[in-house]
């Protein structure tokens, strides 16, 4: 068996399941990890609670080779939204954004821009709702010290030019949002200043996990305002308040969740096995045959046709009158999807079956008729 069957034979989705974006099952890998942990804290063996404390550093190894950083470089988050609300709060002068990122970014810049003053909120807006070189060329204002760019956009499954956006901004920060990539899309990871990320999509390790990496360029720019207990350079439980770590765990609050921290890790190094751009040459495959059969069903794809400029997702826009038939069928043949905002959100992954992609086409074929009708 090869490397990337071994992966896909590690989980066990129920057919229909096409909602990856939105929130992956776990595998047997997180799924072992978090027995395990629970195992360790419900019976609390002699000695055990010190695999507790194994976990960080392990998580930031797992995560360091997935992104290509040093485990210096990388801190636990619970969610992207935290690890953003780290990395605005500690910056100074413009940020440029798309208007059309997800809330996470629009939020975190707001709440410090309010709450200290120094953030100066620069939107960027998108060319038919995408983010590219060009577009950020044509509208970087000189005051602007960061840019923030989601590697994978969460409404259309755009893949962004991360080469090209990093030669168009210069030696401003380049912020990722990385939560709709990491684990499908090998990206050139060295060129970003900043990589935040959840666990819970594409690498399949549950709500509550995510990592922040960040560069030396980053650590020395940004400000660890959010910086507890756990993020001092010394050692030890110490009521004197220390000046925050050199690293990235400057950026720590307190105790993380070692449980997710073990599931992340479990996640990321089954993912680093199988290797990644073997992972995203299935998902393209899978993702291809869910064009063609909205194609077949006369369905328009509003997502990027190329292989180079999409990862896992694929976005449907029925006529507007349609969608509530649309989300209906879907319902009625047990297909897992994203409805929002007039359009339909498919995602696949390396467990992605035959059967899935039946009911797909079974539950257009019922939407056929409720559309003409």
Known sequence: MSEIDDYASGFSDDPGYLDFARLAPIGDAAAAESRAMVDLMTRARFGSFAA????DARVREAAAALVRKRPDQIVFQ??????LMHVM???TGGVAASSGEFPAVGYAMTRAAEALGVLVPHTITPEHERVTPGVVRDQLASSVVAVVVSLVDYRTGHLVDLEGIRQVIGDRLLIVDAIQGAGIVDAPWELADVIASG???WLRAGQGTGFLALSDRALEQLTPVWSGWTAHAGEGVVHEVLQPAADASAFRVGYADAGAQARLAGAVEAVLRAGVPAIRSVVIERTAQLMQIADDAAIEV???RGDVERAGI???APHPEAVSALAAALHNHGVSATVRDG???LSAHVSTTDETFDMLR?????FQPLARG
Request: proline share 7%; aromatic share 6%.
């Open 89 to 91: 709060f500690g910056l």
């Open 199 to 201: 666990g819970q999509k």
């Open 302 to 304: 509003v997502s990027p």
């Open 52 to 55: 507790i404390d194994e976990q």
């Open 362 to 366: 079974a539950a257009f074929a019922e």
């Open 343 to 345: 359009r339909v959100r």
């Open 314 to 316: 694929v976005t449907l």
């Open 78 to 83: 619970p969610s992207t939204s935290q690890a």
